[in-house]
């Protein structure tokens, strides 16, 4: 069974960081695109970055770069998004996502990713 387990979410002031992790099991994602997604309260769910199979193509949605970085571990079949200086608008559930072979500008697009975790919340208090 294919899993995608999100951990470190939580409630944390503007200006401070939380470090999120993605461990994902049931098969292999060595050579999946991945990525995280966050859906705001009352809105869509939205891209926020993206890493390619080999880790060394990254994408950031712009309120979120220079801010936020998204790491993979594939040993361990885990993805990290580390998340700075965060802002209340930064407040949502984040998703990762695992896409097979998925790669290049494709990495941003929401309906190319097959797996999706279960979300943990993210709350950034003003």
């Known amino acids: 069974q294919v899993q995608l387990v999100e951990s470190g979410g939580g409630l944390v002031q503007a200006g401070g960081s939380l470090r999120l992790s993605c461990a994902a099991s049931?098969?292999?994602?060595?050579?999946?695109?991945m990525g995280w997604f966050r859906q705001p309260p009352g809105k869509e769910r939205e891209f926020v970055a993206a890493?390619?199979?080999?880790?060394?193509?990254?994408y950031y949605a712009d309120p979120v770069k220079g801010r936020f970085t998204i790491t993979r571990d594939n040993a361990k079949n885990t993805v990290y998004l580390q998340m700075n200086s965060l802002k209340p608008e930064d407040t949502a559930v984040y998703y990762c996502?695992?896409?097979?072979?998925?790669?290049?500008?494709?990495?941003?697009?929401?309906?190319?990713?097959?797996?999706w975790g279960q979300g943990t919340q993210v709350t950034v208090s003003s």
């Open positions: 049931g098969r292999t994602f060595s050579r999946d695109g």
């Open positions: 996502a695992a896409g097979p072979f998925v790669a290049g500008s494709f990495l941003l697009r929401i309906d190319k990713y097959d797996y």
């Open positions: 890493i390619s199979w080999s880790g060394g193509i990254t």
